[in-house]
């Protein structure tokens, strides 16, 4: 994440971001674009104010070929688990299984 778009001006002008409501004054991802909806773009940099979350009718598989080099694989709830390199890098906590919720704690 850059705190702001980080790009030449003539990126930025073919880009159009001058029109996005926040101009260059906001905070750019590198997100990685699925290889099935655009197979030759692998990554996007994007202004945080076109970030937009999947809907739930869209969520399902995600094809990119740099998925196994930055995730270990993907939880029951079906989101992705980051290497150490990003958790460290994002300051988050490491993935940690809870066990089965359904399990009764009583000692019945």
């Known amino acids: 994440m850059d705190p702001v778009c980080c790009e030449s001006k003539s990126w930025m002008e073919t880009a ?17 674009v ?3 909806v ?3 773009l692998l990554v996007a940099y994007v202004a945080e104010e076109n970030l937009l979350a999947a809907e739930e009718s869209e969520k399902g598989r995600f094809d990119h ?10 939880d029951t709830a079906g ?5 150490k390199q990003l958790r460290e890098k994002y300051d988050q906590p490491r993935y ?9 704690d009583s000692n019945s």
Do not use: R
């Open 34 to 36: 699925d290889v099935y």
């Open 65 to 74: 070929p740099y998925i196994e080099f930055l995730f270990y694989g993907e």
């Open 38 to 40: 655009d197979p030759e």
């Open 79 to 83: 989101d992705f688990i980051p290497i």
């Open 16 to 32: 159009n971001v001058e029109k996005l409501s926040k101009g260059p004054n906001q905070p750019f991802y590198q997100v990685l």
């Open 96 to 104: 940690e299984a809870t066990g089965d919720e359904n399990e009764d």
